[in-house]
């Protein structure tokens, strides 16, 4: 009876549908054409402000400055990166991104693996107490603790040094969360196998479940980078030297200065998310894996 109905199953499956692959729109030209043309609308949409930002960076601040819908106005022009690279010190904030954004990821990702491997598999007391503290900071605004933050930047003697803009991002909850919830669905036979013959702890945390976990550990130290990068809150506060500023610090630092340029503005936006948008063309395949196989980006 089994075999039958697995026939009767495999006689209604079109014949370019695989055995895994789920049915969203049905089947034929026209679910087809639909989804596409849905996929396109959604993709001008969201290409549309990006392509207008990239004309009127490209214009005078004259031109920009014309009544009209149309956002390009004149003949094209670099005036305004020309000034921008100018007036601030491009290089060097860049610098400054790279570096912050990547140790705070490092360090992040460092940290949070270790906790939520600690509880998901610690048995020490006051676990679920500490884990409970951990998923009620995930509640806390990030504007709340900045006041008491550069208090204690100011009681280490820390202000204007890259420790100050680094610790206090470390501090991640939701991903320790996140991680830990991964780790909870590994299978604890493997680390048990793993001791028998004679592994350690540290080893079975490298070898087992980090191994294990590489979609999820990408993904967080994706998302990690792309909030230490466009973190501007933080490093404005915390940092009067320009030599330690970073990039959306630096390119704020030199639009305010010289009033609003709508030209400059898009310039200095574009600027800032350049380095992030070579990032995702680079590792995209990765990027999209990563999101896709551990549901990250709904959380």
Do not use: C
Not at 30 to 53: D, E, I, K, S
Not at 140 to 147: A, F, M, N, T
Not at 214 to 220: D, G, K, L, N, T
């Amino acid at each position: 009876m089994s075999a039958t109905a697995t026939t009767v199953r495999a006689r209604r499956r079109p014949p370019n549908e695989s055995a895994g692959s789920p049915l969203l729109l049905g089947h034929g030209r026209l679910p087809r054409v639909l989804a596409g043309t849905a996929l396109a609308v959604l993709a001008a949409l969201w290409l549309l402000p990006f392509l207008w930002a990239i004309a009127t960076s490209l214009q005078s601040e004259q031109d920009v400055a014309t009544p009209g819908m149309s956002p390009i106005k004149g003949a094209f022009t670099t005036q305004a990166y020309e000034q921008i690279l100018e007036r601030g010190n491009v290089p060097v904030w860049a610098f400054n991104s790279f570096l912050i954004a990547g140790l705070v990821t490092l360090i992040t990702v460092v940290v949070s693996t270790l906790a939520a491997y600690g509880f998901s598999r610690g048995t020490f007391r006051g676990r679920r107490a500490l884990l409970a503290v951990t998923v009620a900071a995930i509640l806390i605004p990030p504007q709340l603790l900045v006041v008491p933050l550069f208090e204690q930047m100011l009681l280490f003697n820390m202000v204007d040094t890259y420790a100050a803009v680094i610790l206090p991002q470390v501090v991640a909850p939701m991903m320790v969360f996140i991680l830990k919830r991964f780790f909870d669905g590994i299978p604890r036979e493997l680390e048990e196998a793993a001791r028998i013959d004679g592994a350690s702890e540290f080893r079975v945390f490298l070898s087992i479940v980090l191994l294990l976990s590489r979609p999820i550990v990408s993904a967080v130290a994706i998302f990690v980078f792309i909030g230490a990068w466009n973190n501007f809150m933080w490093p404005f506060i915390v940092t009067n030297d320009p030599d330690l500023m970073t990039l959306p610090v630096g390119l704020a630092t030199v639009k305010d200065a010289y009033g609003v340029q709508y030209a400059q503005s898009m310039a200095s936006a574009l600027l800032a998310a350049l380095p992030l948008i070579v990032v995702f063309l680079l590792f995209q395949r990765r990027i999209v894996n990563s999101v896709a196989t551990t549901g990250l980006g709904g959380s």
